[in-house]
């Protein structure tokens, strides 16, 4: 960008500050710095406070397993994320990162209730690099890393395993550009000048993705099979993708994708998440479509031809499984769902049912798009075959409002009927009625995909 910038009549300055967000948008407001990158997240944390000073003008793009969360095989035999309730678990991570936001998301959408109510298992540092240090040195359980250290961990103790990672879920960590609106409303050519520089020096690295690597070792002390793979893991946007996926532009004839506002889904999906885990007010106003500004990427729309190769658009293939594969693919966990709820006397959802598998139905399409879904209906006690026919009813229920509702592939859902085989535990000093009335319930299992992805 720095050589490409000038022929477009700007000048560019790079900061590094080792992803100190909050201090960075401090800077950003006092005018220091006239356009930011950060994720999503850490802007509608930071940014409120400081009434967001700067509009969402394109974004950079996603993690697509470069973050994650691992763990010691021994500790985590099964390696899912229910695991994580064990006694004494330490996570390690670093604090006002994709790290923080990783663990809050993984304890707003799981059902992992002791992490929801503790923060005791909580082991902020300050630097990534101290991270990597304490799971070289196996000071700690599960450790919260990202590229490149995550791949230096993963080299380093091969008892390390993947517990959840970024690749697993869809609109969480995600990078943007964000613009001052006053710069952009007194620069409004440097501004243009700046994105094209940007996406021009996208678009020739995707096309040299040898030389992109080349220079990449040169800074990074990494082998190169290990850098390819590496980058892999992110998904980064170009003008297409931007316009079309991300702010919801009409696209032209024969494009090939269809119009799609990510960023709006991104931003009230991340907001969601930081209202449960209390890092925004459950009363804070955050309207998407007020910090998000499409003026520059249509100029640039009009400069370029928005055409996208054919097959650009991915999406994941479920095909049919037997039950004997369903059982072979890997838990993920259990989401931390409202009650769903069925009509007195029959197995109906109710009103107040239809709307929990309607939330549900917004994950699974715009946060969990590429994992499958076990659908485990459960009972109170009762009789053995009463009580498995009538959970295997519910679970079907739900997953054909999911299918005919909401175009979920039937394929990806799998009803399966618990009865009362799997009793939740009692809480302290839980009245029976109020036990009792918590074990008819359904739950949402997410699965690896398996097969054709």
Same mark, same amino acid.
């Given at each position: ?16 500050? &080792? !992803? ?26 930071? !940014? ?11 974004a ?7 973050d ?10 099964k ?12 996570? *390690? ?34 630097d ?16 919260? @890393?990202?590229?490149?250290e ?12 993947? @517990? @959840? ?10 990078? *943007? ?13 440097a ?70 506002? +990510? ?12 209202v449960?885990?209390?890092? @925004? ?60 709820t069925?009509?007195? !006397? ?5 009103? +107040? ?44 229920? *739900?997953? &054909? ?17 618990m ?30 995909? !398996?097969?054709?992805?």
């Amino acid at each position: 960008m720095e050589k490409v910038a000038p022929s477009k009549g700007v000048t560019v300055h790079f900061t590094d500050d &080792k !992803g100190l967000y909050a201090e960075r948008l401090e800077k950003f407001t006092r005018g220091e710095y006239d356009i930011i990158t950060l994720p999503i997240n850490s802007y509608l944390e930071h !940014g409120a406070k400081h009434q967001f000073p700067g509009v969402i003008v394109a974004a950079v793009g996603s993690s697509r397993g470069a973050d994650a969360l691992v763990g010691f095989a021994a500790k985590f035999p099964k390696g899912n994320v229910k695991e994580l309730e064990g006694l004494g678990t330490r996570i *390690v991570y670093t604090t006002d990162s994709p790290s923080s936001f990783m663990l809050d998301l993984i304890t707003s959408d799981f059902d992992l209730p002791a992490l929801a109510g503790s923060d005791g298992w909580r082991v902020p540092v300050d630097d990534i690099k101290v991270v990597l240090e304490r799971a070289k040195k196996r000071d700690g359980d599960a450790f919260v @890393l990202w590229e490149p250290e995550l791949s230096r961990a993963l080299e380093t103790h091969k008892d390390l395993k993947v @517990l @959840l990672s970024s690749a697993s879920f869809d609109g969480y960590i995600v990078d *943007v550009f964000v613009v001052s609106r006053d710069f952009l409303t007194k620069n409004g050519n440097a501004t243009l000048g700046f994105f094209e520089s940007y996406f021009a020096t996208l678009q020739h690295y995707a096309g040299n993705r040898e030389q992109m690597l080349d220079e990449m070792k040169r800074s990074e002390s990494m082998p190169r099979e290990t850098l390819d793979a590496m980058v892999k893991k992110i998904d980064w946007f170009d003008l297409s993708e931007n316009c079309l996926l991300q702010f919801g532009m009409e696209a032209q004839a024969g494009a090939g994708l269809s119009r799609q506002e +990510g960023m709006v889904h991104a931003i009230t999906s991340i907001k969601n998440v930081l209202v449960r885990s209390k890092r @925004l007010s459950v009363d804070a106003i955050i309207n998407p479509y007020t910090l998000i500004n499409a003026a520059v990427l249509e100029e640039l729309s009009k400069r370029s031809t928005i055409r996208l190769a054919a097959g650009s658009e991915q999406k994941v293939n479920f095909p049919a499984l037997d039950e004997a594969i369903w059982t072979k693919l890997r838990v993920l966990g259990s989401l931390n769902v409202d009650p769903v709820t069925f009509r007195a !006397g029959d197995n109906l959802l109710d009103d +107040g049912g239809n709307a929990a598998v309607d939330k549900i139905a917004e994950l699974l399409l715009h946060n969990y798009s590429g994992l499958r879904v076990e659908i485990r209906g459960h009972t109170g006690p009762g009789s053995e075959a009463e009580s498995l026919a009538l959970s295997l009813e519910r679970a079907e229920v *739900v997953a &054909k409002h999911l299918s005919l509702v909401h175009n979920i592939n039937a394929t990806r859902l799998h009803p399966v009927s618990m009865g009362f085989k799997q009793p939740l535990p009692r809480k302290p000093n839980e009245p029976t009625r109020a036990y009792n009335a918590r074990l008819p319930r359904v739950e949402f299992v997410l699965l690896e995909a !398996g097969s054709g992805l």
